[in-house]
């Protein structure tokens, strides 16, 4: 891999880092404000645990805050399958045949 190409990476690694860690902050804000019961309920909706009719009802259900938390949850969700292979890729550019080269973070 170029180095070029491995300090890219090494970017988007470190910018992806700083965008989860801004999720968690908003996340923590949002739970905070619409409380614990109401996060649960969200957490049952997330996971698909509803049955059909229940989701349906549960969506007419929403409001912004909850709408807010769920999109903050698919974002972070997104985000860590990315970040995820933004490192493998970048180990494995890191890594030649039993012998390590020098990279820095």
């Keep these: 891999m170029k180095p ?4 890219f990476l090494n970017d988007m690694i470190t910018q992806l880092d700083e965008t989860l860690k801004k999720l968690v902050v908003e996340e923590e804000k949002v739970t905070h404000k619409i409380g ?3 996060v649960e ?4 909706f997330w996971k698909q645990d509803l049955s059909e009719d229940e989701e349906r009802f549960f969506r007419m259900t929403l409001d ?4 807010t ?4 949850w698919a974002r972070t969700k997104r985000l860590r399958h990315t970040r995820a292979q933004a490192g493998q890729t970048f180990m494995k550019s890191c890594v030649v045949i039993g012998k390590k080269s020098d990279v820095s973070l």
């Design 36 to 38: 614990v019961e109401r």
């Design 69 to 72: 938390l769920i999109s903050i």
């Design 41 to 44: 309920e969200l957490k049952e």
């Design 64 to 67: 912004y805050c909850d709408k």
């Design 4 to 7: 070029d190409d491995k300090e």
